[in-house]
């Protein structure tokens, strides 16, 4: 609570001084003034964030039963009590979280890359730091890991907030009706593409820990080292975005075409790289997650799965990012809602019948549709993808 605190408190000193400085006519404001971009939206953006993650904290915090039991987590499960005060302290962190991604956003905006590296390698060098001391020097667990990485999250929250009000003049956000609107309808087709995808992440955890707390520790090391190796991936897909946003929105569609191609081979050639990777070294790797060979035996029986999946992942997270680079929102939501659809009957059929082995392969299985959709959507011509190709070319 004190870190919530803390964090509105620093929103508000960066409010009031930024009325100050565009009310204050001294020269030495006039010239800060000049150095700065007004740009309201920023302003708005990052209050809607941190609206959206006290309404999160709320949700999880008072929520946090439900929805364990409705991922299928009994309360005489030994996972259930660790479970439950992980999530209920990591709900905290929301706030962080979402004002982040709003502040990250608008320097890649700018293409500053730099400064989202700098905030979020300095957080988890911290997270790095105060996990081994509050798991266990203060012997706290669960709960000690869960508030190391709040007080990461916040770190960067208030890194990203200083550096964007050097860049931007943060001002009283408009809270208008129709700029509310305007914002939530921007934002309505992403949030249910990522909903899309939550839940047909969800619906695998949920299966996986149905299997008991062996398997769903093995499912962990497995899940996680896909997704954080996948996410690799993400950085190339946003500078695909900038780059491909920046040379279709100024017409240039021979380059932006151009860049679509180089982006997804370099993709394609990253995310085979990592399943080479993967393949020799996974059972090395996971010894480091678990000493319990029950738990790595489970683990290292996903070798398959985390490694031969990584170039659909990869293509896949480059085809997020020329989505977005083109404005192609409907799709890409439309498409995610499908696909994950798809996905989640899959894993509830074999799930039951093979285990982890259904899970993971629900999982490659929602991988893969993304990849399909993708290419059927470049190679269809419609939308914002018309004008990339010769025939429609402007010269």
Not at 357 to 371: D, E
Request: proline share 4%.
């Amino acid at each position: 609570m004190l870190a919530i605190w803390g964090l509105l408190n620093l929103q508000q000193l960066v409010y009031q001084a930024s009325v100050k400085m565009a009310a204050d006519d001294s020269p030495q404001t006039d010239q800060e003034q000049q150095n700065k971009m007004l740009l309201p939206s920023v302003s708005t953006s990052i209050m809607l964030a941190a609206a959206l993650g006290v309404i999160e904290t709320v949700a999880l915090f008072t929520g946090s039963s439900f929805l364990l039991n409705s991922i299928g987590i009994p309360v005489d499960s030994p996972m259930r009590m660790p479970a439950e005060q992980f999530l209920t302290l990591r709900a905290f962190g929301a706030p962080p979280i979402v004002v982040a991604l709003a502040a990250q956003g608008t320097f890649r905006g700018f293409k500053d890359t730099k400064t989202p590296l700098f905030a979020v390698g300095v957080g988890n060098l911290l997270n790095a730091i105060l996990d081994p001391i509050l798991i266990f020097l203060c012997g706290l667990g669960v709960g000690g890991a869960a508030m190391s990485t709040v007080i990461s999250e916040y770190l960067i929250a208030v890194i990203l907030l200083c550096k964007l009000n050097d860049e931007v003049l943060l001002i009283a956000p408009s809270i208008s009706g129709q700029r509310i609107f305007q914002y939530l309808k921007s934002g309505a087709l992403l949030t249910g593409r990522t909903i899309a995808v939550l839940m047909t992440t969800t619906l695998a955890t949920s299966m996986a820990a149905r299997e008991g707390p062996i398997e769903m520790a093995g499912h962990q090391i497995c899940f996680q080292v896909w997704l954080a190796l996948s996410l690799l991936n993400d950085g190339l897909a946003l500078a695909g975005q900038a780059l491909l946003a920046s040379d279709y929105s100024q017409g240039n569609y021979g380059l932006a075409r151009q860049l679509v191609y180089k982006v997804l081979q370099v993709g394609l050639i990253m995310g085979l790289a990592l399943a080479v990777i993967l393949f020799i070294g996974f059972g090395s790797l996971s010894s480091l997650f678990s000493p319990d060979s029950e738990v790595l035996g489970i683990a290292r029986s996903g070798t398959l799965f985390v490694a031969g999946s990584q170039p659909m992942n990869a293509v896949a997270f480059v085809l997020d990012g020329l989505y977005y680079g083109v404005s192609d929102f409907g799709f890409a939501a439309y498409s995610m809602a499908l696909v994950g659809l798809i996905s989640s009957v899959f894993i509830l059929m074999t799930a039951p019948l093979f285990g982890l082995a259904g899970v993971w392969s629900g999982l490659f299985l929602f991988m893969t549709l993304r990849v399909l959709a993708g290419v059927l959507r470049l190679n269809s011509r419609s939308g914002p993808w018309r004008l990339l190709w010769p025939d429609n070319e402007k010269e």
